[in-house]
């Protein structure tokens, strides 16, 4: 009889955690019809933003898409990028300056080049839009997850690479059961602060204007804009409650799962006793529907057509290479070089002088801003990152304040702290400080359970695991947060020195606010000139201090 009964339970092939998967696949069905319909639109320059409560609705269903859109094209170029910076030598050395260049170009740098592109792609639809404004939220997001994911690639231990090869495993292989896993813990703390780097410049990225006109996209960005434009408080309220309750749902739904899969991928030998856990978790995992696909689309069946090696991989040290290659980059170089000097021509000489001075200026800023970051995040993020429980409770807090736009708050900010020429430094402060902790955290939550277990049993005092264990596992981690959170604070000089409130323009006197003078303006050479002398002045900073530190640390504090 038992048995019957037991049968007839393993022969049900639909279960309630189904019914949950189905209705959320046709809800995104419907969602993403919803967008087909927003997409195809005629074009219109200045979309007509009700303030109404209900009306933000729709607006974050809008806001949340394209933040989702940004986040799986960052994704897809992290994965790209930082396998070709980590196994090619002559790779490295183009793409990782390059990305130093481009984490400190401001959301702003790339605004004409986006909008120009779209709108000649799209000139009658509102396509073209919707996808400029993707990209710059994809400009907000995709830095940081790069820098991590080519960091963790340099740190993998190499009797792993070396026992990977001993089994016959293609590079394909490796970079799926290896490499990746091996980088997944600081991936998705780090993809959680790029959704937050994306949702810090919604405002901008679904409300600007470029040399004179007007572009604004239904979404909360643009309701805030608008709100504070015309001084309706409420409105402002109302824009804050519905990206607060965004943010719980995508915590909820989709955060808290990805972080308690990947817990899986932790490099150890001994499991712990508390591990993370999400209800939405374990619907994915019990339902029939998502087994059948996963079969469909197991990694048996898709490395079995993708067998080959990898591209990007190290090539052997030539002296004809080199010769190639610097050549090559020479020649590039030369063209680029001439056709910037032939844009820029009619700046003058004074104001390169300002842009020059305002770069010292801001400079300033971004550096005492990290500081302060590091300072109260690095003791803080390796207590949340050691404690699950503690990390399970503060995990929701954090992510809000993280993902939180913070220049939807900046004009209250200001009414308070009105000199901006020192207050932009809490208000950098305010978007910085998150792109350390969320790494400090990925670090402290990587330590292996053994030598938890080992200095226990050594039983050493808190102090003494805090400077031999913790913060040294830690400290490559840090390195690139702050890294990272140097090239937000430039992207965020922006919106830190310069803003409108109450019908007034109130500026800093720094790059950043420059920037935003030349595109409402619409003055490209000026424009132009400011972005490329702020990128040369990170990447400097960068080659100078932050790599030979970060790949001194790496050596010495790595787990291999």
């Known amino acids: 009889m038992n048995r019957t009964v037991e049968m007839k339970r393993k022969a049900i092939p ?11 696949l046709i809800l995104l069905a419907y969602g993403v019809g919803l967008l087909g319909k927003n997409w195809t639109g005629p074009l219109v320059y200045k979309a007509n933003i009700s303030l109404a409560p209900t009306a933000l609705i729709g607006y974050t269903f809008l806001s949340m898409s394209r933040g989702f859109i940004a986040y799986g094209l960052s994704l897809f170029f992290t994965f790209v990028y930082g396998y070709a910076a980590a196994h090619n030598k002559y790779a490295e050395r183009v793409l990782i300056p390059l990305l130093d260049v481009f984490q400190s170009i ?19 639809s509102v396509t073209g839009l919707e996808l400029a404004s993707i990209l710059m939220i994809f400009t907000g997001q995709v830095w940081n997850m790069t820098f991590s994911f080519y960091q963790s690639l340099r740190s993998v231990p190499q009797e792993l690479i070396e026992a990977s090869k001993i089994y016959g495993m293609s590079r394909w292989k490796i970079f799926w059961k290896v490499e990746v896993p091996f980088a997944m813990p600081g991936l998705v703390w780090n993809s959680m602060m790029s959704m937050a780097g994306g949702w810090f410049f919604l405002s901008v990225c679904e409300s600007f204007t470029l040399g004179g006109q007007g572009y604004r996209l239904a979404g909360i960005g643009s309701y805030m ?19 607060i309750l965004m943010i719980l749902a995508i915590d909820v739904f989709f955060w808290r799962p990805i972080v308690a899969w990947a817990d899986k991928f932790k490099f150890e030998e001994s499991t712990s006793k508390d591990e993370p856990t999400s209800f939405v978790l374990d619907i994915l995992r019990n339902s029939h529907v998502l087994r059948f696909f996963r079969t469909l689309f197991s990694p048996k069946r898709i490395s079995k057509r993708y067998a080959r090696p990898l591209p990007f991989e190290n090539e052997q040290q030539s002296t004809v290479g080199n010769v190639l290659f610097y050549t090559l980059m020479g020649v590039i170089s030369s063209v680029i070089l001439w056709q910037f000097f032939l844009f820029v021509g009619n700046v003058s000489f004074g104001e390169l002088k300002a842009i020059l001075f305002g770069d010292a200026l801001t400079a300033l800023r971004v550096y005492a801003s990290v500081a302060i970051s590091v300072a109260w995040t690095l003791p803080i ?14 995990q929701p807090v954090v992510q809000i304040l993280a993902s939180f736009p913070a220049p939807m708050i900046y004009p209250w900010f200001v009414a308070i702290f009105p000199r901006l020429n020192y207050s932009s430094v809490l208000l950098m402060l305010l978007g910085t400080q998150w792109y350390v902790l969320f790494n400090v955290i990925a670090g402290a939550s990587s330590v292996p359970n053994q030598l938890k277990e080992a200095v226990k049993i050594l039983n050493l005092s808190k102090f003494k695991i805090w400077t031999t264990l913790y913060i040294p596992v830690v400290l490559p981690y840090l390195i690139t947060g702050m ?12 919106v830190t020195e310069y803003m409108s409130f109450n019908h007034r323009i109130i500026e800093a ?15 490209m050479p000026l424009l132009v000139l400011s972005v490329v002398i702020m990128s040369l002045s990170v990447v400097a900073i960068n ?14 504090f790595s787990l291999n």
């Open 543 to 556: 080659r100078l201090m932050w790599r030979p530190l970060q790949k001194r640390i790496t050596e010495k």
């Open 483 to 494: 890294i990272t959170a140097a090239g937000g604070a430039w992207n965020a000089s922006i």
């Open 225 to 243: 804009a608008v709100a504070v434009e015309k001084g309706y408080v409420p409105g402002e309220l109302y824009a804050i409650l519905a990206m």
């Open 106 to 124: 401001p959301v702003l740098g790339f605004l004409p080049g986006l909008i120009l592109g779209m709108m000649a792609l799209f000139p009658h």
């Open 381 to 394: 993020g390796i207590l949340i990152g050691k404690n699950l429980s503690l990390s399970k409770k503060i």
């Open 509 to 523: 006197t720094g790059i950043g606010s420059m920037i935003d003078n030349a595109t409402t303006s619409g003055n």
């Open 14 to 24: 639909f279960s309630l955690y189904d019914v949950a998967v189905l209705s959320f």
